[in-house]
């Protein structure tokens, strides 16, 4: 069954990191735009960053520039999003979502939820001392 499964969530403090990863099971990620979003409690989701699975192009919401970075392991077909120095505000339940047939770009960001073809799970990330 073709599934995308979100982990490395947990409680962190501020200052502190977190890598979160994105498992692809049944389809590849070769020729597909991988993003990440973050849904905080009452808040809409909104997006942090995307990476091309065909060569590693990484592009970030301009407000998550400089603390996250997005990588991808092709072979483990696993995207990883790597958080530095957390803040309080950065609390919020990750995704990752797959497009296939996409790079990454301004048009990954513009797609309706339900129009991407893959969502993980989402894991929670707190960040409080």
């Known amino acids: 069954q073709a599934q995308l499964v979100n982990s490395g969530g947990g409680l962190v403090q501020p200052g502190g990191s977190l890598t979160l990863s994105c498992a692809a099971s049944?389809?590849?990620?070769?020729?597909?735009?991988i993003g990440w979003f973050r849904q905080a409690p009452g808040k809409e989701r909104e997006g942090v960053g995307c990476i091309s699975g065909s060569d590693g192009y990484t592009g970030y919401v301009e407000s998550m520039k400089g603390r996250f970075f997005i990588s991808i392991d092709n072979a483990k077909k696993t995207v990883f999003l790597q958080m530095n120095n957390l803040k309080p505000e950065d609390t919020a339940v990750y995704f990752c979502?797959?497009?296939?047939?996409?790079?990454?770009?301004?048009?990954?960001?513009?797609?309706?939820?339900?129009?991407?073809?893959?969502w993980g799970q989402g894991t929670q990330v707190t960040v409080s001392s």
């Open positions: 049944g389809f590849t990620l070769d020729y597909s735009a």
């Open positions: 979502a797959v497009e296939q047939g996409l790079v990454c770009g301004d048009e990954f960001f513009r797609m309706y939820q339900e129009e991407y073809d893959y």
